[in-house]
């Protein structure tokens, strides 16, 4: 049972494992160890109560995690032992649904103040003047 929150946890059978050799660091011991983890999450036939906005907003953060069916592919070959890099898998997938369940903030519309206005217009028109004394007069080229 992996626990997400208080109230949201997904049980152990809407999870499935699948492990292959990973890339990267190992020496000899690389050719002969399946320490890649692959963690399927089923998550369109799942039994865990996550709200359907959250899952919406998962699909809309990590679009690259979910496949046609629906379901959450994670992968990691960080370690070099299959235990730990199963352990990251599970931290990532936590991480994944705790950012989800996150209601994103509604942006409030402001407007320009009219002190703000006014200050912008005389800066523009004060450095107008300074260039405009800068420039030489007259003169027919």
């Known amino acids: 049972m992996l626990q997400i929150t208080e ?3 997904i ?3 809407d999870l499935e494992w699948s492990f292959a050799r990973a890339g990267g660091p190992g020496g000899q011991n690389v050719n002969k160890v399946a320490s890649k983890a692959v963690l399927r999450w089923l998550a369109a036939a799942t039994t ?3 709200p359907s906005l959250a899952l919406a907003r998962m699909k809309t953060m990590f679009p690259s995690r979910f496949t046609t069916e629906g ?3 994670i992968q990691s070959q960080k370690y070099r032992d299959q235990e730990r890099n199963k352990e990251d898998c599970l931290l990532k997938l936590t991480e994944m649904v705790r950012a989800a369940l996150v209601e994103p903030v509604v942006r409030k519309k402001t407007k320009v103040s ?3 206005k006014k200050r912008r217009v005389a800066d523009k028109r004060r450095n107008s003047d ?3 004394s800068r420039r030489v ?3 027919d080229d």
């Open 137 to 139: 007069s007259g003169g």
């Open 114 to 116: 009219k002190g703000a």
């Open 71 to 73: 379901d959450v592919v």
């Open 130 to 132: 300074k260039k405009q």
């Open 7 to 9: 109230t949201i946890a």
């Open 48 to 50: 865990v109560v996550v």
């Open 11 to 13: 049980a152990d059978d």
